[in-house]
């Protein structure tokens, strides 16, 4: 007989910029810069993550697109694989994504695609511990996530190898 598995996944919806904390408004700063400098001049779909590490320092990175499709990158997984190379050992304390179209000033809803959750989620796994993410929602709106698991519920990870 079949039996139902209950996930419950809470993600706070923030109606304004005000009801980040500090370090979330920096991060998702330094992300609106990243996607500023992203390379889209195919999608111009501008897209650009951050990443506060533990010792408060941020490392950034935006989508890079490439005519032979689809060798292009997404910012998040240009972010956290930059940041792997560069310092392997230090926790990730959060994550923050937000994109814009290259004709707009805006910024609007940016959500990660299923790579994306999935090498979150791979991090996530590999600090054991939770990684909070910070997405710019619509209307001015933000969506904290307090662990990439509520973006992506049931992880394959290494364990099932």
Same mark, same amino acid.
């Given at each position: ?20 904390? @500090?370090?979330?408004?920096?991060? $998702?700063?330094?992300?609106?810069? !990243?996607?500023?400098?992203?390379? /889209?001049? #195919?999608? *111009? ?21 490439? @005519?032979?499709?689809?060798?292009? $990158?997404?910012?998040?997984?240009? !972010?956290?694989?930059?940041?792997? /190379?560069? #310092?392997? *050992? ?39 511990? /939770? ?31």
């Amino acid at each position: 007989m079949a039996s139902e598995l209950n996930i419950n996944i809470t993600i706070d919806v923030l109606e304004s910029e005000e009801e980040l904390t @500090a370090q979330e408004k920096e991060a $998702l700063q330094v992300a609106q810069e !990243a996607a500023n400098d992203a390379y /889209a001049p #195919y999608s *111009n779909f501008l897209v650009g993550a951050s990443l506060l590490l533990e010792d408060g320092s941020i490392f950034r990175g935006s989508n890079q697109e490439n @005519a032979a499709y689809p060798s292009g $990158l997404c910012a998040e997984r240009t !972010a956290l694989f930059g940041m792997s /190379a560069q #310092y392997p *050992n230090k926790k990730i304390k959060l994550l923050a994504v937000t994109a814009r179209r290259l004709s707009e000033e805006k910024f609007l809803p940016a959500m990660p695609c299923g790579a994306c959750r999935q090498v979150m989620s791979e991090y996530e796994h590999k600090q054991q511990e /939770a990684i909070p993410v910070i997405l710019q929602g619509p209307e001015g709106t933000f969506y904290r996530c307090h662990s990439v698991s509520d973006l992506l519920p049931l992880q394959f990870t290494k364990d099932h190898l």
